[in-house]
């Protein structure tokens, strides 16, 4: 089993700044992509940013040249800086991790979601 724990939501005025922590546990061989997704009252859950193995990044239209995703690979942990934060950004952030763990003698495959993190912003 992987864990996935993410820390640092609060709340923050709007253009204001957050950094967002997300730190994957277990019996991780290794991982092929960490992101944060975001869920507002009464939206879906929708892709905020994402890096992948060999370091590539993707972000959403709405955060790009305010966000920055970025990782530590030895410690399993991605960030997610936050600045000029808008009242459209408040919502529940949810680190996602997939990858492969050992499982016994064999590697399996996991896809794992953290327990989510408040971030509001007040106008």
């Known amino acids: 089993q992987v864990l996935v724990v993410e820390s640092g939501g609060g709340l923050v005025q709007a253009g204001g700044s957050l950094r967002l922590s997300c730190a994957a546990s277990?019996?991780?061989?290794?991982?092929?992509?960490m992101g944060w997704y975001r869920q507002a009252p009464g939206k879906q859950r929708e892709l905020v940013a994402m890096?992948?193995?060999?370091?590539?990044?993707n972000y959403a239209d709405s955060v790009k040249g305010r966000f920055t995703i970025s990782r530590d690979v030895a410690k399993n942990t991605v960030y997610l800086q936050m600045n000029s934060l808008k009242p459209e950004d408040t919502g529940v952030y949810y680190c996602?991790?997939?990858?492969?763990?050992?499982?016994?003698?064999?590697?399996?495959?996991?896809?794992?979601w953290g327990q989510g993190t408040q971030v509001t912003v007040s106008s």
């Open positions: 996602h991790a997939t990858g492969r763990r050992v499982a016994g003698t064999a590697l399996e495959t996991f896809d794992s």
């Open positions: 890096i992948i193995s060999g370091g590539s990044t």
């Open positions: 277990g019996t991780i061989f290794s991982i092929n992509d």
